[in-house]
């Protein structure tokens, strides 16, 4: 795991030196604090800088960046090749490779010297991003893998183009002027917390999106797809097999992946919450292992928000060599402070807070941890996925009668008085915040922009608080074709699988682990297991209305089903009573009227109405207040 960065001209360019690339990796150094390198073509039309977190290969024979066995291409390269040795056994068996060392980048390089770069992407099994230089044409190749794993932006500025895996990077070389705030990513992160590929925060910077390359030269851009969701949807039907084949078929895939991804010249580990993704995982590591694998899980002084006492349970079963660190609300909070360094791009997913910590906590004992990330999208594990069926099916059917006499309702009780009731009777002080938010629902009728608006936003009129915003809403890397082929149900995973899991999920494990030079892993996020599972039936996915039936029938095989049958918690945080309370100064500095009005990107009255709303606890507003003050909180550090 590392990080790089670099800048091409289609000219000679002033901005190409090797001061401004060591200020780029400097931007990154937490990503690649073992080494640095610097390299620039004989043009100075070109130059890489590359941080190393050395983890396969320790040696001076994985510095980066790195020339190709014929000279022809320069790589720098961030993640893993799981698969890199059994590429490196068929290179072998047709060519003679002088091998300097065993890292995996000397593998890929080779590879693409001798079959290609297209034929050896569909070779690559594991997370990557990189940048190369083919000094046969005079091009730049910027490539990310198939799920988005790895980060890599870009821009494009006069004759240049700047790159890196993280803004920072791009920050370091650029002015102030030179870049502008995108109205419609930052509409999206009100809307959702998040900002999807390939917006960024900047409008002059942009996100290659997953599963894609792009090749720059002096005729211009090309943007190639080697994989997708889409792709795989078009392409496949779904599978025939019971469900007991199902499970067989499964869990092979699985042991080979973490076969693969258990491989490290560094301690590793994985993180456990005692739910059915992360036990499982760990399960079949200790299978594999002939030592205690070694367990991180974090808990909560609220016992509404704890599942360490859970993981602790299955770690004992499992015999796994296992640390828990209990966190009070104070450290949580003392870490809000960090998020604007720490996702160099607006980013408000709350749970990024605890997420962090554990981190932070796993990389005092290990250089690699491996998480049960994209087992809900792949296998219909999300309760939103029900919820948002339930509630369409209901909605949908209502005469137009029915529909008036509720919007009615709706205005004739207020929403603090039906959360108050709520919370008397059904200990759900939320109760009148989610019946409004199904009632404004009615006259939708697509099931897509359905769900979209009905779990999967913090707020829907965005155009109400971001200036010369747009409603936030996403344009999916779905075709028309795909989305045809699926059935109701599998819509909403497809959904996550292009936007949620890449741009909040993957982005939230990749910045909290590398912010303290931790390699992540997803073993459920091999390619063929996702594959895999988007060719299984929805039937086998949710068995007897039991989410994972999969996953669950394979985890049973080694932890009793009592250690996992509980109500899911997450990584969730008590945020709107933070908001009134322990972070209430702290989001007053930033929800500062004047402050608002003269950045010009939110309308400070609207603001505070929210603001007021929820201090006096008439409404929730905690999900859309955190999304504007991570943005508020990032600009205060650009500013400054």
Same mark, same amino acid.
């Given at each position: 795991m590392c990080g790089f960065a670099g800048i091409w001209s289609a000219t000679k360019s002033d901005r190409i030196?090797?001061?401004?690339?060591?200020?780029?990796?400097?931007?990154?150094?937490?990503?690649?604090?073992?080494?640095?390198?610097? *390299?620039?073509?004989?043009?100075?039309?070109?130059? +890489?800088?590359?941080?190393?977190?050395?983890?396969?290969?320790?040696?001076?024979?994985?510095?980066?960046?790195?020339?190709?066995?014929?000279?022809?291409?320069?790589?720098? +390269?961030?993640?893993e090749i799981y698969n890199h040795l059994a590429i490196r056994k068929e290179i072998d068996s047709c060519a003679d490779v002088n091998w300097q060392g065993h890292s995996d980048t000397e593998t890929l390089l080779a590879a693409i010297d001798i079959f290609g770069l297209a034929a050896t992407l569909e070779k690559l099994v594991g997370m990557f991003a990189f940048s190369l230089w083919d000094n046969q044409d005079n091009s730049l190749i910027l490539v990310r893998d198939r799920l988005g794993e790895k980060p890599l932006y870009f821009a494009s500025v006069a004759d240049d183009i700047v790159f890196g895996s993280e803004l920072s990077c791009i920050e370091a070389v650029l002015s102030k002027d030179e870049l502008s705030i995108d109205r419609?990513?930052?509409?999206?992160?009100?809307?959702?917390?998040?900002?999807?590929?390939?917006l960024s925060i900047y409008k002059e910077v942009k996100k290659l999106q997953p599963g894609q390359y792009v090749r720059f030269n002096s005729k211009g851009a090309v943007f190639k797809s080697y994989w997708s969701v889409t792709d795989i949807i078009e392409q496949g039907d779904k599978l025939e097999l019971s469900e007991e084949t199902a499970a067989i078929e499964l869990e092979a895939l699985l042991l080979q992946s973490l076969k693969d991804q258990m491989i490290a010249d560094v301690p590793l580990g994985a993180f456990l919450s005692g739910g059915v993704d992360s036990s499982l995982v760990v399960a079949l590591m200790q299978k594999l292992s002939d030592r205690p694998v070694k367990t991180y899980s974090i808990g909560f002084d609220d016992a509404k928000y704890d599942e360490a006492i859970f993981a602790k349970e299955v770690a004992k079963h499992l015999g796994t060599e296992h640390t828990s660190l209990y966190i009070s609300d104070k450290q949580v909070l003392e870490t809000v402070n960090l998020m604007a360094d720490i996702y160099s791009e607006p980013f408000a997913d709350s749970s990024q807070l605890p997420m962090y910590l554990?981190?932070?906590?796993?990389?005092?004992?290990?250089?690699?941890?491996?998480?049960?990330?994209?087992?809900?999208?792949? +296998?219909w594990g999300y309760s939103r996925y029900q919820q948002t069926l339930a509630a369409w099916q209901k909605l949908s059917g209502l005469s137009q009668f029915t529909c008036a006499g509720l919007q009615m309702l709706q205005r004739l009780l207020p929403i603090r008085v039906l959360n108050k009731v709520g919370a008397l009777s059904a200990?759900?002080?939320?109760?009148?915040?989610?019946?409004?938010?199904?009632?404004e629902l009615l006259t939708i009728t697509d099931f897509k922009q359905f769900y979209r608006s009905f779990m999967m936003a913090s707020y829907r009129n965005v155009p109400n608080?971001?200036?010369?915003?747009?409603?936030?809403?996403?344009?999916?890397?779905?075709?028309a074709k795909a989305l045809s082929k699926l059935p109701t149900e599998d819509v909403m995973p497809a959904i996550d699988l292009v936007t949620y899991l890449p741009d909040d999920i993957l982005c939230k494990v990749d910045r909290a682990a590398m912010g303290v030079s931790l390699e992540g892993r997803i073993p459920l996020l091999d390619h063929r297991i996702v594959e895999f599972a988007l060719k299984l039936p929805q039937a086998i996915k949710y068995k007897n209305k039991t989410a994972k039936s999969p996953?669950?029938?394979?985890?049973?095989?080694?932890?009793?089903?009592?250690?996992?049958?509980?109500?899911?918690?997450?990584?969730?945080?008590?945020?709107?009573? *933070?908001?009134r309370n322990e972070l209430k100064d702290w989001a007053e500095q930033l929800l500062d009227f004047e402050t608002l009005k003269a950045d010009g990107y939110f309308d400070p009255k609207q603001v505070?109405?929210? *603001?007021?709303?929820?201090?006096s606890e008439h409404r929730n507003w905690s999900g859309v207040l955190w999304n504007i003050l991570m943005f508020q909180a990032w600009l205060a550090k650009r500013r400054s």
């Open positions: 030196n090797v001061e401004a690339l060591q200020a780029m990796g400097q931007a990154i150094v937490h990503r690649g604090p073992d080494d640095q390198g610097v *390299w620039l073509n004989d043009l100075h039309s070109a130059g +890489f800088v590359h941080r190393r977190l050395s983890i396969v290969d320790l040696s001076a024979a994985g510095h980066q960046p790195m020339l190709s066995p014929t000279g022809r291409y320069v790589i720098a +390269f961030n993640g419609a990513a930052l509409s999206q992160l009100i809307r959702q917390g998040y900002i999807v590929a390939p554990v981190c932070a906590m796993a990389k005092q004992h290990v250089t690699v941890c491996l998480s049960g990330d994209g087992g809900d999208e792949l +296998f200990k759900d002080a939320l109760v009148g915040d989610k019946i409004s938010k199904a009632l608080l971001v200036i010369n915003g747009d409603e936030g809403l996403v344009e999916l890397m779905l075709s996953l669950r029938n394979i985890l049973y095989k080694y932890v009793p089903q009592n250690l996992i049958e509980r109500p899911k918690k997450g990584f969730s945080v008590p945020l709107a009573q *933070w908001l505070h109405k929210l *603001w007021q709303a929820h201090l």
